[in-house]
């Protein structure tokens, strides 16, 4: 029989969240008719505003009509979506010609290891979405260092730790941390991968969060980064987007590899090859969204959210924790002294019946911390706090 | 600076569709005016029944309500869609529990290679669907063996050519030969996969199309398939969803690799790592074609997409021309005999403004042929057919 890509041996057994999700049936079976509130999953709640619905409705509906139809879009996406999210929402500093629309930021970020191969050497952050590792492990990556992001460093790891990486995968703000890279951070960031020639994956999926202009919502803000960096945003966390499927990567036209040749030449060939582009109902949703009003009415969602973030870290701070992240992010990373993150999950499961994250799904130096998200209802936000 | 990954080296330089669009563009800017008929890339190009554009449409309206929101779906895809597809679609001969919900065919082809790593020989047809192999190219695979499929074989390789391969793609109706496998022929696959330890990655997209019921759809339609076989399928071609994304993939349960662990478990924890799903209003439309009206109502269309491939058959073969294909399929295959295949695309381009697919885009055996399509409305291919 046909043998298996030894790369599978090397995975986790269990993805976190299915883990998590078995956990949670399992005390629901045990304990049937307790209501759990799931502060878990990183997904949103709220309904997407109405003049966004609508323009989703009227796409699905043209496609009915002989001449609303259309097949197979553009390779890259639709252009008015390129050109719509490079002037108005990166406001002009990257190219629409840079922008490939895809299905979401997970879906890119598996899709991107494949530029590099597996003989590459990468940095993935110490916790971090799980996609990163398990996307590269996948592809047979060895060589992987990991960079702590912890209390005690300020959730800046030490570049010289990471020096002459290939790859340094980079998320802010950060999931599960919750913490933002500054412009000087990101500064530094851009500096080292440059003096290592290095090439940044940075994971921007939740920049649509950052409320304080002064803080950074994409590495190209950073002068010379088009040199250095790949970009990944997402329609999901910005717009309710999550079940739709939208977003985007930037290949900038600088970017090359070690021979010269050009790195976003080969994303567009491979997403040509193995990719078909998002659904083009989503796309028209993207349009709706990248409109003044509709970004006034995903902005009052994402406020909404960051209330939730608030009302739920004074609670966990009343209680006497540490709690990291939290502004300009709906996650909340929250330290457990001298227990283990499955043990803390398991407490807080039991004694307030609140289901959350084990900091250690997301690597070993989350271990000690459970993430609480600030996805969903103000009422069951709400009934958390009452239960903490 | 970083590397590139070197399976690219390999890859021809240019993916055929676009390179068919960049003649195409250089023929309109030496001869403007000219009003070419686009015969090549096989997509839909009719509307989608009304009775679907409208689920589709109350599902993205659903989304901008309270109660009718909702986010990241199940791993696996919507429940009621996977047992609709299993027992409506498969009239129940295969589980809803072993097929997963994708963006596409192609989508799957390309991160299904990724079970079995760059170490597995691949046997693949020639002319073939070019994700198969570039995929395969992508992701480090060497071992390669083409089973051509011409004319003189009748469209069905010698197997013992391809003893003991570890993976076999196929593709039945043929994609772009327009063969079909009959069910004595995949019931001798079957059994060659049986005796040889391989795995068949079997191609059903265009199994809407067959119209003969002694014709098999699915390859597990062959007893015993289910230890030998995944099937790939998709709503692109049986109900004009080729824009708005969605297919599926069946692992059975009983396939397994030589060291006798699950394939359907790696797939699980693969689609669960780097994806997330379709589009949750696409599957609502999944859902809508898989009804007595919604089946009826896209069986017309592909019934009017076979009245245009008889009629330009036809057309064809009065040229003179041998003509492969064009039952149960949208594709035919015509011979040019003596000529390379991107002359005769040249000349038919010159000769007809016609614009048509180079058999040799396909693989070497594809050499002497075009692909035309017979996607397209009434008029575009009666135009087609009055300039021939």
Known sequence: MTQRNPSFTVLSQNYLFPEVAKRKKLFLEQHPGVQLINLSIGDTTE????????????????????????????EQGMESL?????????????????????????CDLGRLQLLFGPEVSIAVPDPAYPVYLDGSLLQGVKKI????????????????????????YWCSPNNPTGSISSKEQLTLLVAHAK????????????????????????????????????????????AGFSGIRLGW???????????????KA??????????????????????????????????????????????????????????????????????????????AFQEVLEKYHLVTT???????????????SAFGHRETILAAISRL
């Open 249 to 263: 990567t930037i290949v900038p036209a600088a970017l090359k590899y070690r021979d010269g040749t050009s790195v």
């Open 47 to 74: 309904p997407i505003p109405g003049c966004i619905a609508e323009e989703l409705a009227a796409a699905a509906n043209r496609l009915g009509t002989a001449t609303g139809y259309s097949g197979y879009g553009p």
């Open 145 to 168: 260092t990991f960079m702590p992001f912890t209390p005690e460093n300020n959730f800046w790891p030490d570049l010289a730790q990471v020096k002459g990486m290939d790859l340094i």
């Open 195 to 238: 003096a290592n020639g290095s090439i940044i994956i940075f994971d921007a999926a939740y920049a649509g969060y950052i409320q304080d202009p002064s803080l950074p919502r994409s590495i190209f803000e950073i002068p010379g980064a088009e040199e250095v960096a790949i970009e990944v945003g997402s329609f999901s966390k910005l």
């Open 358 to 372: 084990p900091g250690s799904g997301f690597g070993k130096a989350g271990e000690g911390f459970l993430r609480f």
């Open 82 to 106: 390129r050109t719509q999210i490079a002037n108005y929402l990166y406001k002009g500093i990257v190219s629409a010609d840079d922008l490939f629309i895809s299905d979401g930021a997970k």
């Open 266 to 343: 080969d994303w567009k060939r491979l997403i040509s090859t193995i990719f078909n582009g998002a659904s083009n109902i989503a796309q028209a949703g993207g349009l709706a969204v990248l409109t003044d009003t509709g970004m006034q009415a995903v902005q009052r969602t994402i406020q909404f959210y960051l209330e939730n973030t608030a009302l739920l870290k004074q609670a966990l701070q009343k209680l006497g924790h540490n709690v990291y992240g939290g502004t300009h992010t709906p996650y909340l990373w929250v330290r457990f002294p001298e227990k283990e993150s499955w043990t």
